[in-house]
């Protein structure tokens, strides 16, 4: 079975500071593809960022990066320069053939002033 | 451009009433998919179309789930009957390609 698993309920982070959020994965597929979301209190499903397997360079969105280990099914999300506006549940989610979207439980983000 | 939206964003309905649940996807997406968000969870994939096709309703909990799409754009998630246990987010998602879903506000839905 496809599973995403984020371990951490949540995390808490100092304003203008970097936070990694962890991820792992588990597949028996070769190409598909990986999300975070982020869902703030108003609960409006927001992409984050988006990475493809086959490729080997980790994505980057401004202040949001990732770290894909793919042989370790490993999917973490770097947030540089934390800010405020940041706080919110983030959830790691898969894809692959089957075109569903494969959630983990989520994390709780607070960014404090 | 407008993103996807939902209608009702909130619906409180009394255990044994059916309620239809709305989503207008973007414009020109060719899936569309429908997730259950139970509160403080991920969201569980219920159905998924191409078009006006359903190719998969393996999520769908019960045979009071019922969705379709019949003109290939908006699509109903309706429940019949419903059970304490339906209250949830439900939320709908739409995509160009097959790989990056885009989501609407959501449907708070509490059944008393």
């Known amino acids: 079975a496809q599973t995403v698993t984020q371990s951490q309920p949540e995390m808490s982070v100092q304003e203008a500071e970097t936070v990694t959020l962890s991820c792992t994965y588990d597949?028996?597929?070769?190409?598909?593809?990986l999300f975070w979301y982020k869902q703030p209190p108003s609960r409006q499903m927001i992409l984050v960022i988006r990475q493809e397997a086959y490729k080997q360079q980790n994505a980057t969105e401004n202040r949001f990066s990732v770290n894909f280990q793919k042989a370790a099914k490993s999917f973490s999300l770097k947030i540089s320069d934390s800010q405020l506006g940041d706080t919110a549940m983030y959830f790691c989610?898969?894809?692959?053939?089957?075109?569903?979207?494969?959630f983990g439980k989520g994390i709780t983000l607070s960014v404090r002033p | 451009g407008a993103g996807v939206s939902q209608s009702p964003r909130y619906k409180v309905a009394k255990r044994g009433q059916d309620v239809a649940l709305r989503c207008d996807p973007i414009?020109?997406?060719?899936?569309l998919f429908w997730y259950q968000q139970a509160l403080g969870q991920g969201p569980e994939f219920l159905t998924y179309f191409q078009n006006e096709a359903q190719l998969d309703k393996s999520g769908l909990p019960s045979d009071r789930f019922f969705a379709e799409r019949p003109e290939g754009s908006v699509s109903t998630l309706k429940i019949q009957r419903t059970q304490q246990e339906d209250s949830a987010v439900y939320l709908c998602a739409s995509s160009f390609s097959e790989e990056t879903q885009y989501f609407g506000p959501g449907t708070r839905l509490l059944v008393l």
């Open positions: 597949t028996s597929e070769n190409n598909y593809y």
């Open positions: 989610a898969w894809t692959g053939a089957n075109s569903k979207l494969t």
């Open positions: 414009s020109g997406h060719v899936s």
